[in-house]
């Protein structure tokens, strides 16, 4: 079946970076898109960003533009998801969501991976 | 982009009709990008539920419907059960890359 299946929790100190993997399975890779979304503790979901591994390329949005570096291993169906100069406010649980081109939909997301960034 | 503005509770009893709005702008939801919904129990995943037009994916139920009108999207829940108790976060795709979710809404079953 499909699956999204996302790397472990992580602890970073303020100022550190992290990288996260999503690797789909049940499907094939380059035929959809992989989005990133984050929820703070207690909080909403916020949109991060989309990688499309058809084409290699990839787009953050303007608010994580200069921190936030997705990239694409065909080799893998995994799509890494690098945040630098993490602060406090970066503690979320981090969801990848894979998309049918042009569908608009998010389904299915992966399970999360928590990020605690605390000194 | 803000996000889009939803009630941040609602509440029926069991068997009811509940409605949960989702409202942006003219320049957002109120133009022809599509919005979707999502279901989300505590400590998972959100999960896909519905599309504006009501395309719904296979494995949920009818008793969730959508609606959008001006710059209001509308998810409505018949029938109320308890398994329906989640936060429910609305999703519009504003063009290029982009989306933005709304501020959540919290279902309560009394």
């Known amino acids: 079946q499909v699956q999204l299946v996302q790397s472990g929790p992580e602890v970073r100190q303020p100022g550190a970076s992290v990288k996260l993997s999503c690797t789909a399975s049940g499907y094939i890779f380059t035929d959809y898109y992989i989005h990133w979304v984050r929820q703070a503790p207690g909080q909403g979901l916020e949109y991060m960003g989309v990688?499309?591994?058809?084409?290699?390329?990839?787009y953050s949005e303007k608010k994580f533009q200069f921190r936030l570096t997705l990239t694409i291993d065909t080799s893998t169906s995994t799509v890494y998801m690098d945040l630098t100069r993490l602060r406090s406010e970066d503690t979320a649980v981090y969801f990848c969501?894979?998309?049918?081109?042009?569908?608009?939909?998010?389904?299915?997301w992966g399970q999360g991976s928590p990020v605690t960034v605390s000194s | 982009q803000s996000a889009l503005t939803q009630p941040a509770s609602v509440s029926g009893s069991l068997g009811q009709s509940i409605t949960i709005s989702c409202t942006g702008t003219s320049s957002d939801v109120g133009t022809y990008n599509p919005v979707s919904w999502y279901q989300q129990h505590p400590g998972k995943a959100p999960k896909f539920i519905l599309f504006?037009?009501?395309g719904r994916p296979s494995g949920v139920s009818n008793r969730f419907s959508g609606s959008k009108s001006g710059n209001t999207a509308s998810l409505t829940i018949s029938g109320l059960q308890a398994e329906d108790e989640a936060h429910y976060y609305c999703c519009l795709f504003t063009g290029g890359f982009s989306y933005v979710f709304g501020t959540g809404t919290e279902v309560t079953v009394l």
């Open positions: 969501a894979r998309e049918l081109p042009k569908n608009y939909q998010f389904d299915p």
């Open positions: 990688a499309y591994p058809s084409a290699g390329t990839t």
């Open positions: 504006d037009d009501g």
